[in-house]
């Protein structure tokens, strides 16, 4: 019998590329959490799903369109199959679940399980061997049939793995919400209908929530004829007495948050944010944060080596890299950015230069995240490099496969890195991964984030490109009203606007605006600091690692947790 303090539950969780069970953010920010959790000995587990099929293979056409194949995989190269196995009853049908482990070791030599849920087995139906093919894929009953999957799957599963004694089930966003409806279900030995508040309370004590999503539509709804289909008519209206439904409808949101004694935003403006919108509710904020050792290039991990022993055990030790002297930061970039044009080379044939500003931009492709705001105005980005000097802009990132908008970003770029060939040099690299990722945010010169306002929930690949030494320039957003301090550790692209004004997202005017103060910050503050001042552009890259690398970090992230999302009192099954 075991008695962890967490069982942690999330749609995706991201431990590497080799097993492509993540679409982004969430994901990583997953796989994060539990990598410092092993690291710190919290005592913790992972709940997921096996997607056997990934999200997708990201593949660029001669005209900049993206094109979806399946991942291909082998889940037994990476993951231990397990024999365990529970049902669950899914559309009327008893769903045979299986689970395959990965356990994660940390610095100090403890150990996370995280455990991957699987219908693919030879007792299902093809229907029901498919729930768990693909990450984020099909019509609204297969959504919630995978979520059925990890919400009343999951808990059944780590009794029967042996782990009996939960004292928080940590549900990290909407897709987890029916692991309470499973808790409460057991207690009331399926009679949810019947519930008391008092076996509601008892349910809260033993449950917290993370919201990712400032956004309404981000929102996982399901109306009430996919309610009943996927989970019964009975549940259907115990779900309803209780009250824990959105006017009939079934907000995995509200859901979660109905159910949780505990509940954040994942920075504080999202808190804000995420108030404004469910004023019903109590929701505090815990900034996220990376996992240090996971994102730091080789050799800026060979630079803290040197002067600030056991990093790895202890984050806070990068408060103190405004010690180590400028041209160390300046000698492990370049050797960081020499590996980034090097897998630009070996990819695309186009040698980039060293010597040369670069910017980084990376992120889902999706409308408000504005990936193309800085091509958006190519003459007067001619005009900043004919002043200023020049500059390379290196892309990724994936649009989902039904968000048009999104691809249609990606083309955008991807046109306009052709109109600026021979002014500017802009590449977009294809399949965005934690691979990709981590040479990107330690080898470009500047990271740029602009999304519009307040839309970002939290970002963290600006947080990994600090620890390795590299500036973000930034809408004040997200993490980053939290990081920036103007001309220390970045540079801002407008004003704080702060959470209650919401601008528009594809407004022209909104953009035109943005795009123009981003275009003068380049040209007015940045530019010239890379190319006129360099020891104080580096002390800038050391004040991002002192500054922010050392404080959003996952360790301090899962610190919080623990101090004030776990040690509350909790109940007990039964």
């Not at 953010?25 to 539990?34: E, Q, R, S, Y």
């Not at 092993?38 to 099929?53: I, K």
């Not at 290039?297 to 890299?321: C, K, Q, V």
């Not at 503050?525 to 890379?530: G, I």
Request: proline letters at 5%; hydrophobic letters at 45%; charged letters at 20%.
């Amino acid at each position: 019998m075991h008695a962890e303090t967490v069982a942690y539950f999330s749609m995706e969780v991201a431990l590497d590329d080799e097993v492509p069970t993540f679409s982004g953010g969430l994901g990583v920010l997953a796989g994060d959490f539990l990598r410092a959790a092993s690291d710190m000995g919290v005592p913790a587990v992972g709940v997921t799903l096996l997607y056997h099929q990934g999200f997708f293979r990201q593949e660029l056409d001669a005209a900049g369109r993206q094109i979806e194949h399946p991942v291909r995989w082998i889940p037994a190269d990476r993951l231990e199959r397990l024999d365990t196995r529970v049902k669950v009853v899914i559309g009327g049908r008893p769903v045979v679940v299986g689970v395959w482990r990965r356990v994660l070791t940390g610095v100090g030599g403890s150990t996370v399980a995280v455990y991957f849920l699987d219908t693919q087995l030879s007792e299902n139906s093809s229907t029901d061997q498919a729930i768990t093919d693909r990450l984020y894929a099909g019509p609204p009953v297969e959504r919630l049939s995978q979520e059925a999957v990890l919400g009343l799957a999951g808990p059944a599963m780590l009794r029967e793995l042996g782990h009996g004694e939960i004292a928080t089930y940590h549900l990290n966003e909407g897709h987890a919400s029916l692991v309470p409806v499973a808790l409460l279900s057991d207690r009331l030995g399926g009679m949810v209908a019947d519930a008391s508040s008092a076996d509601i309370e008892s349910v809260r004590a033993r449950c917290a929530f993370t919201t990712h999503t400032p956004v309404p539509a981000g929102h996982d709804r399901f109306d009430p004829q996919v309610m009943v289909e996927v989970l019964g008519p009975e549940l259907a209206v115990g779900l309803t007495r209780i009250g824990c439904l959105e006017h009939g409808t079934l907000n995995m949101t509200v859901l979660g948050m109905f159910f949780s004694g505990f509940v954040n935003g994942v920075a504080q403006r999202h808190g804000e944010v995420s108030r404004a919108m469910f004023p019903r509710y109590r929701i505090d904020a815990i900034t996220n944060g990376v996992h240090v050792s996971t994102w730091v290039a080789p050799s800026t991990a060979r630079l803290f080596d040197r002067h600030l022993p056991r990093w790895r055990e202890h984050n806070t030790m990068l408060r103190y890299a405004g010690g180590i002297p400028l041209e160390e930061i300046r000698t492990a970039h370049a050797e960081a950015k020499q590996v980034l044009l090097g897998e630009v080379a070996r990819r695309l044939g186009v040698s980039l230069d060293p010597e040369v500003l670069t910017i980084g931009v990376a992120r889902r492709a999706t409308p408000y995240k504005r990936n193309d705001l800085l091509l958006s105005r190519p003459d007067a980005l001619r005009a900043l490099v004919e002043r200023v000097g020049p500059l390379q802009v290196v892309y990724a990132g994936k649009a989902h496969p039904s968000d048009r908008p999104g691809k249609a970003l990606i083309e955008h770029v991807n046109a306009a890195a052709k109109e600026l060939a021979g002014d500017v040099t802009v590449v977009y690299l294809e399949d965005y991964g934690m691979s990709l990722a981590a040479l990107l945010v330690a080898g470009v010169d500047v990271w740029l984030n602009n999304p519009v306002a307040p839309h970002e929930a939290s970002g963290t690949s600006g947080m990994k490109a600090a620890l390795n030494g590299v500036p973000s320039l930034s809408v004040l957003d997200g993490w980053w009203v939290e990081g920036h301090i103007e001309g220390v550790t970045g540079w801002a692209i407008g004003a704080d606007l702060g959470a209650a004004v919401t601008l528009p997202i594809g407004d022209a005017v909104v953009d035109a605006a943005d795009g123009a103060e981003l275009d003068r910050v380049l040209a007015e503050v940045v530019a010239p600091l890379y190319y006129g001042r360099p020891d104080d552009f580096t002390a800038v890259c050391r004040f991002a690692i002192a500054l922010n690398g050392s404080f959003f970090t996952a360790q301090r992230m899962v610190g919080e947790y623990v101090d004030r999302a776990y040690r509350r009192s909790g109940g007990s099954d039964g």
